[in-house]
């Protein structure tokens, strides 16, 4: 459980039931916690991004059977994505698991596309719920996870088979042919 208060000093406090050297997070709260999903088909600059829907509708379904409180955000503009962060800062997850933030938009190194303009995703989102700024999560996970096109090229993919009762059956081979 995490809390926060404001000390004599004016100093911040958040409070926790887990230290650094813990192995695991405490997942037994009331509820798992929102997801927010910024989703980017719309651009001023770039293309857009084809059946973006598809891959919201799946997400969101899975999160909510997951028991999230999912929240989902289209073309939005820089500054509406800085608003609902800083809301979503502010609410109190005492009684949340975790945060899981996601990202559907083209992008770049350290820019993502909102609709009117690019960001970096450190000082958007990561940077935003250190302790300090998001006491309620001090001590919770929070995930975050960016799926951002970077260009015209296809990623044919793979083949996966399945193989059941496969245990340790791995050779490590070289890849610099020093292995006689």
Sequence with gaps: ???????????????????????????????????????HDRFSISP???????????????LINMGFDVRLFKNLKVSEIQYHINE???????????????????GAENKIEALDDTYDPSEMFWNQFTADKCPSLAGKPKLFFLQCCQGNKLDSGIQLLYRQHVLCSLQITETDGNVV
């Excluded at 405490?26 to 999903?37: P, S």
């Excluded at 857009?48 to 379904?61: I, P």
């Design 48 to 62: 857009q991004r084809s059946a973006a829907d598809v891959d919201e509708n799946k997400l969101k379904y899975l």
């Design 88 to 106: 979503v800062r502010q609410m109190d997850h005492t009684d949340n698991n975790c945060f899981l933030l996601f990202v559907l938009s083209h």
């Design 1 to 39: 459980m995490s809390s926060c208060t404001s000390n004599t000093s004016n100093v911040l406090t958040a409070t926790t039931t887990v230290t650094r050297d813990d192995p695991f997070y405490i997942m037994n709260h009331d509820k798992q916690g929102f997801a927010y999903i910024f989703s």
